[in-house]
């Protein structure tokens, strides 16, 4: 295994992070609830907690199972994707992604997703590849499935995010 690889699509470049990305990923997901209303989880919440968790993502790409990007357009931070979870049992891993609210609907997750995918499978020789969102959250959804990956699994309420409860809809992407 590699780890963190550059990977180029039509329209997209996915790298590793850098120094200078903590600023936006404030701006566009820190900052901004929507960016985390299905997950609850937003390790850009603060100026401070982003560049912390940039700076703990520059130090793990010596692992070669981290797999922490960048999604960039014409030089601009759009997204974030990273693989993380990896379990050597069963050759397995999770995968998640987030996209600036002010690009969704573009296809940028998908086109995203996809060349994670095949890079994790493909490349690094990952047999299974998890991922999930919440039944409310149609966007993912569709990207998840237009990726190839299968619904496997519903958990009924087990997603809180503050006030909320959401089912959790189970995904996987197998290579056998």
């Not at 200078?20 to 900052?31: C, E």
């Not at 940028?108 to 490349?123: H, I, K, P």
Request: some cysteine; glycine content about 10%; overall charge negative.
């Amino acid at each position: 295994m590699k780890g963190t690889a550059r990977l180029e699509t039509d329209r997209l470049i996915l790298r590793r992070y850098e120094p200078g990305d903590a600023d936006v990923l404030y701006r566009k997901f820190g900052a901004n609830a929507n960016m985390s209303r299905y997950s609850g989880w937003n390790p850009y919440a603060t100026p401070d907690m982003t560049a912390r968790t940039v700076r703990e993502y520059l130090a793990s790409y010596d692992d070669p199972t981290f797999y922490g990007w960048a999604i960039e357009r014409h030089g601009e931070v759009v997204g974030t994707m990273g693989a993380y979870d990896f379990d050597a049992r069963d050759n397995s891993i999770e995968v998640g992604f987030s996209i600036a609210e002010d690009c969704w609907g573009q296809g940028y997750a998908s086109e995203a997703l996809g060349a994670v995918l095949r890079y994790l499978v493909d490349d690094e020789g990952i047999a299974r590849v998890r991922a999930w969102c919440a039944a409310d959250n149609a966007g993912s959804r569709r990207v998840l499935e237009k990726c190839g990956m299968t619904l496997v699994n519903t958990a009924r309420g087990a997603l809180a995010v503050g006030d909320e409860t959401f089912d959790r809809l189970d995904f996987v992407y197998d290579r056998r």
